[in-house]
């Protein structure tokens, strides 16, 4: 099996046992996985690293059961998302004592005349997505982050496109409402 083998190649050499395969899907997925999971929660890198790794744990486990109805990274996308409202769901069930505190990194004293000029829109962006409900945050990372078409979005989701189009629709209104504070002008 070499580096230019078709994913389904690589999955059916993985059924057979193929580590060197496994590796290779890790390779060519990996950072799709991470950028989804980095997007859904809001920018935070823990959060995100987590659920990567879930998911290629859940990969590994479960590829046997793959039935190759859809591609490869239709399936991993759905279980990504799918782990990150999990992961989601479980940080709110356990809220360290260590959360409940505002975390503030000591800023060098020659950068501190740059902070009130310094504004960080993406950070802002980041924030507000994070906020959002699982079924909009999910699309909007899905359409804007990851550039797929509603089809493609409906598959993962697996749902309706109409449900794709309201969702994203719902989403980009709340996203506006919670934006509506970097309105310029």
């Known amino acids: 099996m070499d580096k230019n083998a078709s994913d389904s190649d690589l999955v059916e050499a993985v059924k057979a046992g193929d580590a060197w395969a496994f590796e290779e899907l890790f ?37 046997k059961r793959f039935r190759g109805d859809a591609k490869i990274s239709t399936w991993l996308y759905r279980i990504t998302i799918n782990l990150c409202i999990d992961e989601q769901k479980r940080r709110k069930r356990f809220l360290f004592f260590g959360d409940l505190f505002e975390k503030e990194e000591a800023v060098p004293e020659q950068e501190t005349a740059l902070i009130p ?28 982050v990851e550039g797929m078409s509603y089809a493609e979005m409906a598959e993962v989701l697996e749902c309706s ?16 409402e919670k934006l509506a504070h970097l309105k310029i002008g």
């Open 161 to 176: 496109e109409g449900t794709v189009a309201s969702r994203l629709s719902r989403g980009h209104r709340k996203l506006a």
């Open 117 to 144: 000029d310094r504004f960080d829109v993406q950070t802002e962006v980041r924030k507000a997505v994070a906020e959002l409900k699982p079924e909009f945050r999910a699309t909007i990372v899905l359409k804007h």
């Open 27 to 63: 390779r060519r997925n990996q950072r799709r996985v991470y950028s989804v999971a980095l997007n859904f929660f809001g920018g935070r890198k823990q959060a995100a690293e987590d659920v990567t790794q879930q998911v290629f744990l859940k990969l590994y486990t479960s590829l």
